[in-house]
């Protein structure tokens, strides 16, 4: 089993920054590729970015290429993804999801989930 926690989310104007963090533990991160998924209110989870577990395959959806990041520090156990030139349509809870398989930009390739953050542009 594992377990992700995000963390970073908050309240930012439009334009402004971020930084989002997802906490593992319960089994050995580098061994999952790591993905980031947004849902809006009454809108389906959507893909944002994912990593792979070798650090390749980083893909970005293209609402979001050009201002997110999405990286990984396997010592620490962790995932991120920087949020630049933040948009008031890119206001979502924002997940981390870990795959055993192949880097995926589908939601249902992935294993597990964290319980979301809270991301809001104002305009």
């Known amino acids: 089993q594992v377990q992700l926690v995000e963390s970073g989310g908050g309240l930012v104007q439009a334009g402004g920054s971020l930084r989002l963090s997802c906490a593992a533990s319960?089994?050995?991160?580098?061994?999952?590729?790591m993905g980031w998924f947004r849902q809006a209110p009454g809108k389906e989870r959507e893909f944002v970015a994912r990593?792979?577990?070798?650090?390749?395959?980083?893909y970005y959806a293209d609402s979001v290429k050009g201002r997110f990041t999405i990286s990984r520090d396997n010592a620490e156990n962790t995932v991120y993804l920087q949020m630049n030139s933040l948009k008031p349509e890119d206001t979502a809870v924002y997940y981390c999801?870990?795959?055993?398989?192949?880097?995926?930009?589908?939601?249902?390739?992935?294993?597990?989930w964290g319980q979301g953050t809270q991301v809001t542009v104002s305009s």
């Open positions: 999801a870990a795959s055993m398989g192949p880097t995926s930009t589908v939601a249902r390739r992935y294993n597990y």
């Open positions: 319960g089994r050995t991160f580098s061994n999952y590729a």
């Open positions: 990593i792979g577990w070798d650090y390749t395959n980083t």
